[in-house]
């Protein structure tokens, strides 16, 4: 099982830059493929980015792309989304998600795909 804490929220002014962390329990986070997700109010959970194991493969969503880089260090047990240029429409709280994953390159973007949730953190960017 996989416990996962998120921070590095906050509220910053567009054009701004955060780096959420996500910190995970756990002696078998290399087995976990990782993905950030973000709840608007009023809106479903959209998927963000995504990144395998290792961190050899990820991806992210077109409206972040360019903006928003996933990451992992995996002998700290961590993974991050640095996020530059935010815009307002990026305001949201955001989930980091772990899946257990027997292979190695895999990316996972639907939400019912993932085994286990943090408890987000709210991310606010003013205009």
């Known amino acids: 099982q996989v416990q996962l804490v998120e921070s590095g929220g906050g509220l910053v002014q567009a054009g701004g830059s955060l780096r959420l962390s996500c910190a995970a329990s756990?002696?078998?986070?290399?087995?976990?493929?990782m993905g950030w997700f973000r709840q608007a109010p009023g809106k479903e959970r959209e998927f963000v980015a995504a990144i395998s194991r290792g961190g050899g493969s990820s991806y992210s969503v077109d409206s972040v792309k360019g903006r928003f880089t996933i990451s992992r260090d995996d002998a700290k047990n961590m993974v991050y989304l640095q996020m530059n240029s935010l815009k307002p429409e990026d305001t949201a709280v955001y989930y980091c998600?772990?899946?257990?994953?027997?292979?190695?390159?895999?990316?996972?973007?639907?939400?019912?795909?993932?085994?286990?949730w943090g408890q987000g953190t709210q991310v606010t960017v003013s205009s």
């Open positions: 998600a772990a899946k257990s994953s027997v292979y190695w390159s895999a990316l996972y973007q639907l939400s019912s795909q993932y085994n286990y």
């Open positions: 756990g002696r078998t986070f290399s087995s976990y493929a």
